[in-house]
């Protein structure tokens, strides 16, 4: 044989794998569940991301209780004290208050949410009936959790397991390769809506997520110029290995909470940490705080005043970043577009910064502790107005048909004044 007859014979992808000794790589990672019953896998995904969860939970809170069981303090204590903890903590994070708590670790929600998406995308099938079925096994699970526990709310379990199991399992199914047919069950709705309403929709999400670096980024600056009062907030507890493991566990359930709270300094009303505290851009007013690390990273009466009032400036890089977003998804056929889209990134990103900032605040007790948190309607109405002037600014000057209408309206402007020079016409 010549070599040109076995020339292609010798680059088709099967003679390479022959010589290599490597098959193809599959399309995803099989599922053990796949061929089953639709709805039955989204049962299963359900139940598999409540278990993995809720013992992330219970394990180490039973972990706690056997070591510290030799203390005589806790020599009455039965071990099930132990798991009605874990399992209170765990509804915390789905917004169930535990006595007078109802500060959300917003860590461990966003644990939870991660094992519903990563249970979803590994297990359940990607159709309406294993999506639907997936979500509503999940809330029955966490209302049963919480009639399990002495004073919990079922209707906040209720209402908790439907957001974190819509955001997480939805999420999951979504990221799945074989998502087509719940991407087309979704695709009719959202194909509806008008072009400049997407875009509008899309840029606000951005918006939203922009901000949220942004306040993670102070609050990470917060923490390097607080490290000094957070290590001597640590040592005055004199915590042993297991204490200071079990706070430094609770510390990160409750970071995503300090950067919200970052987010309303930026918008500039601020939060407060107890009743008649203050904290913005404007003046810091602290009144007597609870021995908790994360406190000691508060801002300090330095850090207002002079530069830091200019922080709102940053709202407007949330409402740029979506004009860039909103330019390249909308043809725009009409000048008031652009507009309308500039109004809906702002509507959406306000309606994003205010869940986050009121999911953000609650109390850690009575008293004083009552009130933890931002204004979330005020922060939310600031994020609105900057993100949307700013998609406004891009967008609109961006487009086209908006500036050739401008253009249209000064010639329209200058033809009609009686007193214009002949040159000017």
């Given at each position: 044989?010549?070599?040109?007859?076995?020339?292609?014979a010798?680059r088709?992808?099967?003679?390479?794998?022959?010589?290599?000794?490597?098959?193809?790589?599959?399309?995803?990672?099989?599922?053990?569940?796949?061929?089953?019953?639709?709805?039955?896998?989204?049962?299963?995904?359900?139940?598999?991301?409540?278990?993995?969860s809720?013992?992330?939970?219970v394990?180490?809170?039973?972990?706690?209780?056997?070591?510290t069981?030799?203390?005589p303090?806790?020599?009455?204590?039965?071990?099930?004290?132990?798991?009605?903890?874990?399992?209170?903590?765990?509804?915390?994070?789905?917004?169930?208050?535990?006595?007078?708590?109802?500060?959300?670790?917003?860590?461990?929600?966003?644990?939870?949410a991660?094992?519903?998406?990563?249970?979803?995308?590994?297990?359940?099938?990607?159709?309406?009936?294993?999506?639907?079925v997936?979500?509503?096994?999940?809330?029955?699970?966490?209302?049963?959790?919480?009639?399990?526990?002495?004073?919990?709310?079922?209707?906040?379990?209720?209402?908790?397991?439907?957001?974190?199991?819509?955001?997480?399992?939805?999420?999951?199914?979504?990221?799945?390769?074989?998502?087509?047919?719940?991407?087309?069950?979704?695709?009719?709705p959202?194909?509806?809506?008008?072009?400049?309403?997407?875009?509008?929709?899309?840029?606000?999400?951005?918006?939203?997520?922009?901000?949220?670096?942004?306040?993670?980024?102070t609050?990470?600056?917060?923490?390097?110029?607080?490290?000094?009062?957070?290590?001597?907030?640590?040592?005055?507890?004199g915590?042993?290995?297991?204490?200071?493991?079990?706070?430094?566990?609770?510390?990160?359930?409750?970071?995503?909470?300090?950067?919200?709270?970052?987010?309303?300094?930026?918008?500039?009303?601020?939060?407060a940490?107890?009743?008649?505290?203050?904290?913005?851009?404007?003046g810091?007013?602290?009144?007597?705080?609870?021995?908790?690390?994360?406190?000691?990273a508060?801002?300090?009466?330095?850090?207002?005043?002079?530069?830091?009032?200019?922080?709102?400036?940053?709202?407007?890089?949330?409402?740029?970043?979506?004009?860039?977003?909103?330019h390249?998804?909308?043809?725009a056929?009409?000048?008031?577009?652009?507009?309308?889209?500039?109004?809906?990134?702002?509507?959406?990103?306000?309606?994003?910064?205010?869940?986050?900032?009121?999911?953000?605040?609650?109390?850690?007790?009575?008293?004083?502790?009552?009130?933890?948190?931002?204004?979330?309607?005020?922060?939310?109405?600031?994020?609105?107005?900057?993100?949307?002037?700013?998609?406004?600014?891009v967008?609109?000057?961006?487009?086209?048909?908006?500036?050739?209408?401008?253009?249209?309206?000064?010639?329209?402007?200058?033809?009609?004044?009686?007193?214009?020079p002949?040159?000017?016409?």
């Amino acid at each position: 044989m010549s070599a040109r007859e076995s020339g292609p014979a010798t680059r088709s992808p099967t003679a390479v794998r022959r010589v290599i000794g490597v098959p193809p790589p599959p399309a995803r990672e099989p599922s053990p569940l796949d061929g089953g019953i639709p709805w039955m896998t989204g049962l299963l995904a359900a139940a598999q991301a409540a278990v993995l969860s809720l013992a992330a939970v219970v394990v180490p809170a039973i972990a706690v209780f056997v070591v510290t069981s030799a203390d005589p303090a806790n020599a009455g204590v039965a071990w099930t004290r132990s798991v009605e903890v874990g399992a209170a903590l765990w509804l915390l994070a789905h917004g169930v208050p535990w006595g007078h708590v109802t500060l959300v670790p917003l860590g461990l929600t966003a644990l939870v949410a991660y094992a519903c998406y990563a249970s979803a995308r590994r297990s359940a099938r990607p159709v309406p009936s294993a999506a639907l079925v997936a979500v509503s096994g999940y809330v029955t699970i966490v209302v049963v959790v919480a009639g399990l526990v002495p004073g919990a709310s079922l209707v906040r379990a209720g209402g908790g397991g439907l957001l974190v199991g819509t955001l997480g399992l939805g999420t999951g199914l979504l990221r799945r390769p074989d998502a087509r047919p719940l991407l087309a069950w979704l695709r009719g709705p959202w194909s509806v809506l008008p072009q400049w309403l997407r875009a509008g929709l899309a840029g606000g999400i951005v918006a939203a997520g922009v901000l949220a670096v942004l306040a993670a980024l102070t609050a990470a600056g917060w923490v390097l110029a607080g490290r000094d009062s957070v290590v001597a907030v640590v040592r005055g507890l004199g915590l042993d290995a297991v204490g200071g493991a079990v706070l430094a566990v609770a510390e990160v359930g409750y970071a995503p909470n300090l950067a919200a709270w970052a987010a309303a300094w930026i918008a500039g009303p601020g939060f407060a940490v107890g009743a008649g505290s203050h904290v913005a851009t404007g003046g810091v007013v602290l009144g007597p705080l609870p021995a908790i690390p994360l406190l000691g990273a508060l801002p300090t009466p330095d850090l207002a005043g002079g530069a830091a009032r200019w922080t709102p400036v940053l709202l407007l890089v949330t409402g740029l970043t979506a004009g860039l977003v909103v330019h390249r998804r909308l043809t725009a056929g009409r000048w008031w577009e652009p507009v309308a889209s500039a109004a809906a990134v702002g509507v959406a990103a306000g309606l994003l910064v205010t869940v986050g900032v009121a999911a953000a605040g609650g109390a850690v007790g009575t008293n004083r502790m009552a009130a933890v948190g931002a204004a979330p309607w005020a922060v939310g109405a600031l994020a609105a107005a900057g993100a949307a002037l700013g998609a406004l600014l891009v967008a609109s000057a961006a487009d086209p048909v908006v500036r050739g209408a401008v253009r249209a309206a000064l010639r329209r402007d200058v033809t009609s004044d009686p007193g214009a020079p002949a040159s000017g016409r």
